[in-house]
């Protein structure tokens, strides 16, 4: 690439996939309004020397640069905005940096980093990416510089332990795809900004004491081997993932702080004890996974206020209107790979707002009355998947949702059961009218969120 020279008041220049291998040092020199500099999946091998000092955002993603050298960033004191990702950097020193007094943002994710030397001399700096390399150790001076670090991820390292004299003004901390075996939360006890951490993929038998991280809304520590809930949470939770962990039981006591939860997620566990009433205290809980575990029936007492729950591949026979009854909010009901044969019409009339269901997986009996829930679905305008026979012999491999052949043995008993219905609707005209009108209310009167 040669200079710009009739490009003086260039701002922004973008170079992609150009197969670029190198840049002459004098190429950006007289460009002095250039603001952003984007040079993207080409094979440069270091970066671009004598760069503009009105320079506010480098990205060099996807190049094969290996060194960093301090003369790299010399006058770069307008610079906010750093990203290295996807080159072939094996180690990051202070001194490198230190020229990027307004740095706000380091993304060096996809390197190969095998040691960091601190402190860095980052005062601004606000998010720091460095996922997938090959960090071991995170010195303790590393960090300490950064006290206005908000957003902080390591995931994807060799890292054993969460690196301590964190930055009180995280709010932000990612550690997923490591080898941490405990997190020790008093070493972290002055994070009292933080409110999402990300603990996935390591090896974690247990998490307790994190009721030490009081502002903390999210946790996720799915894919452990994490056997019993941890005892206390920070009760402010409003997400919690555990599943993918070996959890066996799950009881009232585990959950009667954290009022403020609406998203859990316990699927693909071992659960086969689920307490009644267990998650009655989250009085805004509004999505609970419990796929791939080992119920034997539908958890009783969930919280009113459900609009989303998963019970694929467990092993329930039944559903019983005692279990779904105050599910009034709920839109969603994944029932998929279970052991259910047949459909109580009372369970689904009290499900208002019910737009989506999936029944695909389970030995359907397929008699009339399955037609007839068929109708009160359609009435509904619910959206329904699966629903093949096993049973009767001759019905094997029908859809009861699709099929004609079993709508047309059903019609006789369909057009009894409707002028059944019509002599007790004359019988009582005032009380059946004004039920069918609050159903309608229920049923159509809704947005779904």
Same mark, same amino acid.
Request: proline share 4%; with cysteine; aromatic share 4%.
């Given at each position: 690439m040669s200079s710009f020279t009739r490009m003086l008041a260039l701002e922004d220049f973008v170079l992609m996939a150009s197969g670029t291998e190198s840049v002459e040092n004098d190429t950006f020199k007289t460009l002095s309004t250039l603001k952003t500099l984007e040079l993207w999946k080409n094979k440069l091998r270091q970066v671009p020397r004598i760069l503009p000092a009105s320079l506010e955002v480098l990205k060099l993603n996807d190049n094969s640069i290996y060194v960093l050298h301090r003369s790299d960033f010399e006058g770069l004191k307008e610079l906010k905005i750093l990203e290295l990702k996807n080159n072939l950097i094996s180690s990051l020193s202070p001194s490198t940096l230190s020229p990027l007094v307004s740095l706000q943002s380091l993304m060096v994710d996809d390197n190969r980093i095998?040691?960091?030397?601190?402190?860095?001399?980052?005062?601004?700096?606000?998010?720091?990416?460095?996922?997938?390399?090959?960090?071991?150790? *995170?010195?303790?001076?590393?960090?300490? @510089?950064?006290?206005?670090?908000?957003?902080?991820?390591?995931?994807?390292?060799? &890292?054993?332990?969460? #690196?301590?004299?964190?930055?009180?003004?995280?709010?932000?901390?990612?550690?997923?795809?490591?080898? &941490?075996?405990? *997190?020790?939360?008093?070493?972290?006890?002055?994070?009292?900004?933080?409110?999402?951490?990300?603990? @996935?993929?390591?090896?974690?038998?247990?998490?307790?004491?994190?009721?030490?991280?009081?502002?903390?809304?999210?946790?996720?520590?799915?894919?452990?081997?994490?056997?019993?809930?941890?005892?206390?949470?920070?009760?402010?939770?409003?997400?919690?993932?555990?599943?993918d962990n070996l959890i066996q039981r799950v009881t009232a006591q585990d959950f009667q702080d954290l009022r403020d939860l609406k998203h859990l997620f316990l699927d693909n566990n071992i659960v086969s004890l689920f307490e009644a009433g267990a998650l009655q205290m989250c009085s805004q809980l509004s999505n609970l996974a419990l796929e791939q575990n080992l119920l034997l029936s539908i958890p009783l007492r969930l919280p009113g206020t459900l609009a989303r &729950?998963?019970?694929?591949?467990?092993?329930?026979?039944?559903?019983?209107?005692?279990?779904?009854?105050?599910?009034?909010?709920?839109? *969603?009901?994944?029932?998929?790979?279970?052991?259910?044969?047949?459909?109580?019409?009372? *369970?689904?009339?009290?499900?208002?707002?019910?737009?989506?269901?999936?029944?695909?997986?389970?030995?359907?009996?397929?008699?009339? @009355?399955?037609?007839?829930?068929?109708?009160i679905l359609k009435a509904k305008g619910t959206d329904v998947?699966?629903?093949?026979?096993?049973? #009767?012999?001759?019905?094997q491999g029908e859809s009861w949702m699709s099929s004609k052949k079993i709508m047309r043995?059903?019609?006789?008993?369909?057009?009894?059961?409707?002028?059944?219905?019509?002599?007790?609707?004359?019988?009582?005209?005032?009380?059946?009218?004004?039920?069918?009108?609050?159903?309608?209310?229920?049923?159509?009167?809704?947005?779904?969120d």
């Open positions: 095998e040691s960091v030397a601190g402190p860095l001399a980052l005062p601004h700096l606000k998010s720091m990416s460095m996922e997938n390399n090959r960090l071991h150790l *995170v010195p303790a001076s590393f960090l300490t @510089s950064l006290q206005s670090l908000q957003f902080l991820s390591f995931s994807g390292n060799f &890292l054993t332990k969460i #690196p301590i004299n964190l930055p009180k003004s995280l709010l932000s901390l990612k550690m997923e795809r490591n080898r &941490l075996k405990v *997190v020790r939360f008093r070493d972290m006890k002055h994070l009292e900004n933080l409110s999402h951490l990300y603990l @996935s993929a390591n090896s974690l038998s247990s998490i307790d004491g994190a009721q030490i991280l009081a502002n903390l809304t999210t946790l996720e520590m799915s894919q452990n081997q994490v056997q019993m809930l941890p005892f206390r949470l920070p009760a402010r939770l409003q997400k919690l993932d555990i599943s &729950l998963d019970l694929k591949g467990n092993a329930i026979q039944d559903i019983a209107e005692r279990e779904l009854k105050d599910l009034k909010q709920l839109q *969603v009901l994944n029932l998929r790979n279970n052991k259910i044969s047949a459909l109580d019409l009372n *369970v689904l009339e009290g499900l208002p707002r019910l737009r989506h269901l999936y029944l695909d997986g389970n030995p359907w009996n397929c008699t009339c @009355s399955l037609v007839r829930a068929r109708e998947r699966g629903g093949q026979c096993a049973a #009767p012999a001759e019905q043995q059903c019609e006789h008993h369909l057009q009894l059961t409707e002028k059944n219905k019509e002599t007790k609707k004359k019988s009582k005209p005032e009380e059946h009218s004004s039920i069918r009108i609050n159903m309608d209310d229920d049923y159509y009167d809704y947005e779904i």
